[in-house]
């Protein structure tokens, strides 16, 4: 489904209040800071896509600024993803500046401050993703924030395409579609990102790094196997037991601690989708649980809540936000 903004709606005098509001419902709080023009022009669609959200954003010369207190009341972290078209973007978080152009695509972390600027009008398309759906995808997701990814070539290209040529043909579809829709661009992201070696630094060696980044990869490729043991796993990567142990000494767990935390995230990003169908048994086993009594135990011990209260916080969200005015 698509809401759609524009400033044009509001008086001239009224249009910079309007904005705000509109990037607040839209993303979350901000501070803006308007250029010194007679009156402002903006527009935004946005569509849900389950768990993440598309929008494209086409304004004036802006400067949105994330504080401090901004975050007092935030719970659940999101990534911005953010694709400029027609100019350059500024942005500034954590001590880093980076510029990033049409041609490329940059990544910000809402749980931190930041300044992110445009001084010419400009069109972004923006997919918003919450932190842990992207976590279930790629290890350590903070280390994207402030880099800016290549989208002329490639799964970056492919990715950037598909938001494009996605967007036309949301309104459609059935929530169903647009979800699997959803799911589909966060997986290319994943790739997209996960193909940049600057994505592989860490403080391990380059080779380990590069082995640590395949074992993962192949773990979440068999996350439904339920027999993904420390042995399937090092003989899938074409390494021995003892190395694959020794590969996730700093990651602060073992490897099968890790595999679990890994099948609890999909099955989280499941439950917090209000159109999940699935019954929680299902989603376990589909996961590579054998046992649902075990699943809910190790659920709720990683998230502090049971499955079936996950699901009914979804779905009482999308309730209240379907009662919203």
Known sequence: MRVSYSAAQAAPEERKRFWDEVISRTYFPLELQFHDTPSFSGSVDAWSLGAVSLSRNVSDGMVYRRHERHLLHEREEHYLITIPERSEICFTQDGKDVRCRPGAFLVER?????????????ALWVLKVPAATLRARIGHPERLATLSFDATRGIGALFVDMVR?????LDEMDEAARGLTGRHMVELLAMSVEADDRVLASGASPVQSAHLHRVERFIRAHLARSDLTPQTIAEGCGISVRYLHQLFENQGATVSEWVRRQRLMMCDEALSDPNCRQSISDLAYQWGFSDQAQFSRHYKAFF????????????ARLVAAASEP
């Open 110 to 122: 809402s749980h931190l401050p930041y300044e992110f600027s445009y001084a010419d009008p400009n």
């Open 165 to 169: 040529l996605a967007a036309p043909r």
């Open 304 to 315: 502090g809540r049971t499955p079936s209260e996950t699901r009914a916080l979804a779905r």
